[in-house]
Each structure stands twice: as structure tokens, then as C-alpha cells.
């Protein structure tokens, strides 16, 4: 009855070359087909897109440059995009999708609640949004799902709520290698310091995924306070990619508390470090009646990404429309799942 | 900034009554107020509400015996609705509050999802609801939360899905007597083969969750199988109601699968009976990744449909217009929850 929805995937890192080989497995089941593809990288620029996924069938989808060119001949509902966790360096390039009339679910971090840290942005991204009729969201397993949409969710059976908890545990070796040296496995606790020095160390969107909380919840924090350590190895930890010895940085300890009137009403704990022995998420609400949501094993975090980008992008046609969050959409779940015949 | 959302209490059995706690009790959040009460009951009629709450302060809400008065001298934005578990018997109460422009967040369980059993209703209540530009919803903690709506967050970090097993089992040891009653607890066997003679035994909206669960995953289903079993006590179990013996029954056991193509896609079980040892919500999602999501201890069910009524009339405003589902609505959150100052 209702045509597939036309997908244009912006960016072809890890991320989004997994988000397009997606996208193009699920064309079978008559909901989704992949229409469009961007990258700057010349390397990939005027290829097909199954050569680049390591397949032997040819996409018809050619990578291009030039996204404006991209978006006016294949006309997506949809982009897909992911290029960059810094909603300052993309915001020129969500707006021309939104100029093109096309929804933007990206997995850019600092867009999942990004109306305290880029308030300027925000509104003008809203206000165009709005104009266009179009929606934007920002989303992934973590800022978007695992310590955020799913914590609000948590709290749904509840007649009060005075304060809720977050941890998650990701055993980093199981991941790949960019990610391992995102949180330093390997290092040492010197250079974890100087990286921690720099700012831009860390987890990015911790913070917003606790605004989105509390915003959800419809709380008002007086402050945020943030910590990052280093998770120590205490013996020796093998990945499929390195080593890490007794001594060093196996990973990231990242919390975050947001504080109102002196109560701390949200904290976010995220633990991500090779050889962690217990990955899993949990959400812990103090309320009426109390709630222990527990993820066992957790949520395997890449796949997990590429599936709130394409699995939100089902969501969009029915959206709100303007720049919104997680937590203004329908209840997030599978799309475009054919069971097996 | 926002006015208190004006809510109506429609129905003031237990379940009702207790609603009707709650919003008064939130009311100095600023968020919501109670501006009416109906039941049927002469021993309810004309009294002040808080009398009936068993408080020493009036309410300032007088029950009303006529809806159709009350809906007009009280205008409220969304009526709460808690007078039965059948559709049948209840879809000219949700007209009336419909034409009156009100929302309706119902516990009626067939109304869950309605569409399958109730096809006819659906579409009037549907296109009713669309005239007047209002929401009609059913919810609840079971269904609406427990086996569908948390099971479908479940699989959105998933980029496929095979099946979904649901599984709650519910100490009703815990819960009030008429709980323990509905279950069976206490009868012989050969009563309970009688009441499931009746058709109208079990748990009611089971297979509205399930259906809810298959068409949020936009999944046909070919057809629905449906088990109900005693749970036969083991040892005695005393409740602070009633004690049941061993041998005797001590609640039922529940199950639904929604089949297609030969495969069993969705799988709901529940488990309501005194002194089960172990209670608990999950969902196992077979899917890419896996997700074993788990409630420890359980989500106490009648406080938490208490609450997911409460909840859901705080995303109707911005809901979509019309007869909808859970899987329609925001992802539900607890709503109007103040922090301790």
C-alpha cells in the first residue's frame, strides 16, 4: 500500500557504511530502499556502494560528493546522517537536507538534546525544520537509547519518581579497533591526562542524554557535574587488536549527575574499558512502585547505533515536525523486519 | 507557562479511585488538576471525593452519576476511564466523552488494540475521535506497558528481528483480593475448568498485547493460539485475603502466540498466582543483536496501571488525533513528578 521510504545515507565511515548495507538488506522487505550515498573521501567519491560494502553485487547507488547535487536527484524522505559527533561542524550540512524537504536522523552526538549546549543552533535548526515541514532528530544507542530513551521509558509505571539511575558497562575488546582507542585502552594513565586535558576526551553525549532525562521528566537542573577516569587494567587484557597490560588504560569511567536543589535527580555512570566482565545496562528508578530494569549482557553497541538510525527513520513520517528529541517520537522499535518465511 | 492539564475520573472502582488519588496528589505540581468524578454507584453519588479516599479534606469534586452533566460543567481536557475490561460494554462512555472534545485514556483492556476484535467500534470510536480532534487510548500496566509497549522498545536497538518472547509472572499474594479472586486462587480444579468454560476466565487483553506487539513490528499474523492452565499450589500460601491449600489452585497460567507461516513470531506468557517465587518481567527479542531485557522483582501492577494512566494523559495533547495504540504515542514517561525540594 505505502511505497518504500527513500533513503539517502550522508557519510560512509564504520558507522554509516553499516547503516547503508542495512538499508539495502531491508529493501527486500518493501519498506525502505536506499536511494542515495555522500562522502567527501576520495577514495570512496564515484564507486558503487557495494563495492565499498566488500560485495560482489553491484548497489546501482554511486557515491557523491556534492550532497546538495545528491539530495536534488534522488529526492529522499530520509537522510541517514553521520559524519560527525560535533553539532557545530555539521549543522551547515543538516541544514541543507532540511532545505531539500528531507527528514535528518543523525547519529551526530550533541544533536540528541542539543538545546543547552547549541541553543543558537537549535532554534534555527527548529525554526527551518518547522518551515520545511520536515523533522530532525538526533540518535544511536548511547546518546539516543540505551541511558536515555530507554530510562524515560523505565519510568512509565511509575506514580512517582524521585530520582533515577543509569549504568552502563561495555566490555570494549568486543568492539572494534577506532573505539578501543577512543577510550585508551592502551595508554597510559600520563597520556590519559593530557588527552582528558584537551576537552574533547571522553564519551561524547553523556550530558545530553541526561538532559534529555530529565527534560522528559519534566525537571529542571540547577547543574550538571561530570567525571572522567581512567578504568586501570589489573592484568592483561587481549583484544583482536591490542594488548593492554597490567598498569595501563584499559578505558573510561564517565559519569554524569544532574542537581537540583541540592538532590542529585539523574546520574548517567558509564564504564567502557577493555576486559570489563559484566556489560549490561541498567536503569534503576526510586519511585512508586521502584523499578530495576536490567539489560543482561547489555546492548552491543555498533549494530545497536545503526539500528536506532535506521529503525528511527521509520518513525519520522508520523514525527512531530521541527528539531526534536527521542523522547517526542513514538515509542522506538524494529523497522522493516520481515520474519523469516 | 502551561496551564494544569484538567483531567475527569470516569469510573471509581478500586482502580479508579486510586487514579483519582494520584492526580489530586499531583495537583501541586502545577501540571494537572482533578475537575471531575463519575460512577454509577448511589453510595458514591454526590459525595466529595475525598471523603471517599478515606482523607479528612475535602476534594472539592462531587461524584457525579451523570457524564453527560459532568463532562459539560467541567470541561476537561482528557477523561480518565475506568469502568470495565470490555470494549462492548463501554464504547458508548467513550463516545459521549468524545463528542464532549475530550481525550480518553481507558483501562479498558480490549481497547488495547481494538481492531482485531472489535473492528466496528474501532472505526466509529476512530473516525469519531478524528472529527472532534481529540485521542482515544487504552492503556495500563498489562496491557499497555508490561508485554507490548516495553516489548517493542526492546527491539529498537535491533537491525532485525526473528521473534519476541514476553514473559511476566506476578506473585498475587501481593496484590488485592479481588486480584487474587479474578486469578482463581483458592478453587478446585474442576471450578477452574468451569470458569474457563465461560470464555470470559483468564487474563483479558493478552492477545491484545500480542497483536499490539506484531503490528508495531508491522508483522501479519497468520493466526493466534491461546493456553490457559491452573497453577496448582504446591504448599499452603497464605495472602493477608485468603490462604489456598496444596492441590488447590493458586492462579493461572496464561500464554498466547501469534503464528505465521508455521513460525511463532511473538510469545507472551504470563503467570498470576500466590506464592510465586519469582516474579518478573521479560523480554528476549531474537534478533541481531540479542536483547534479554529484564524487570527484577517485577512491575507491581496495580499501582503501575494507576500510573500508566496518569502518564499517558500527559503526551495526549500532543498525540496523534484519533483511535490510536501505545505504539503511537511518545515513549511514556512518569508525568507531573515534582523532585523532593
Tied chains: 1, 2.
Excluded at 542495512?22 to 570512496?44: C, F, M, P, Q, R
Excluded at 587484557?237 to 597490560?245: H, R
Excluded at 553497541?301 to 515536525?321: E, I, K, W
Amino acid at each position: 500500500v505505502t511505497r518504500p521510504l527513500r533513503v539517502l545515507q550522508f557519510g560512509l565511515g564504520p558507522i554509516g557504511l553499516q547503516t547503508a548495507r542495512v538499508v539495502i538488506g531491508k529493501a527486500s522487505t518493501g519498506h525502505v530502499e536506499l536511494v542515495g550515498a555522500v562522502d567527501i573521501d576520495e577514495a570512496k567519491v564515484r564507486r558503487d556502494l557495494g563495492d565499498l560494502l566488500g560485495g560482489h553485487q553491484k548497489s546501482g547507488v554511486v557515491v557523491s560528493a556534492d550532497v546538495g547535487l545528491a539530495l536534488e536527484e534522488t529526492r529522499p524522505d530520509v537522510v541517514l546522517h553521520t559524519t560527525s559527533s560535533f553539532l557545530g561542524r555539521v549543522a551547515d550540512q543538516i541544514e541543507t537536507c532540511v532545505r531539500a524537504g528531507a527528514h535528518v536522523v543523525s547519529s551526530t552526538e550533541e544533536l540528541a538534546y542539543p538545546f543547552e549546549r547549541h541553543p543558537e543552533i537549535a532554534q534555527h535548526l527548529d525554526m527551518l525544520a518547522q518551515k520545511h515541514g520536515v523533522t530532525v532528530v538526533g540518535t544511536g544507542v548511547n546518546p539516543g537509547f540505551a541511558m536515555d530513551t530507554l530510562a524515560l521509558a523505565a519510568t512509565a509505571p511509575c506514580v512517582d519518581v524521585r530520582a533515577v539511575r543509569v549504568e552502563r558497562v561495555v566490555d570494549a575488546a568486543g568492539r572494534r579497533l577506532p573505539l578501543q582507542r577512543k577510550v585508551g585502552a592502551g595508554i597510559t594513565e600520563a597520556e590519559f591526562a593530557e588527552r582528558k586535558a584537551t576537552g574533547l576526551f571522553g564519551h561524547i553525549g553523556l550530558v545530553e542524554s541526561l538532559r534529555l532525562v530529565a527534560a522528559g521528566l519534566g525537571w529542571r537542573l540547577d547543574s550538571v557535574e561530570e567525571t572522567l577516569e581512567p578504568m586501570i587494567a589489573e592484568h592483561d587484557v587481549e583484544t583482536p587488536f591490542l594488548n593492554v597490560m597490567p598498569g595501563q588504560v584499559a578505558g573510561i569511567h564517565h559519569s554524569a549527575r544532574g542537581i537540583s536543589a541540592g538532590q542529585e535527580l539523574v546520574s548517567l555512570d558509564l564504564k567502557m574499558y577493555v576486559g570489563a566482565p559484566d556489560s549490561h545496562d541498567s536503569v534503576t528508578v526510586d519511585g512508586d512502585p521502584p523499578i530495576r530494569l536490567v539489560v543482561k549482557g547489555g546492548i552491543f553497541g555498533d549494530t545497536a547505533t545503526v539500528a536506532l538510525l535506521v529503525n528511527t527513520a521509520g518513525l519520522v513520517a508520523h514525527a512531530p515536525r521541527g528539531l526534536v528529541t527521542m523522547a517526542d517520537l513514538a515509542v522506538p522499535r524494529a523497522f522493516a523486519t520481515a520474519p523469516r518465511a
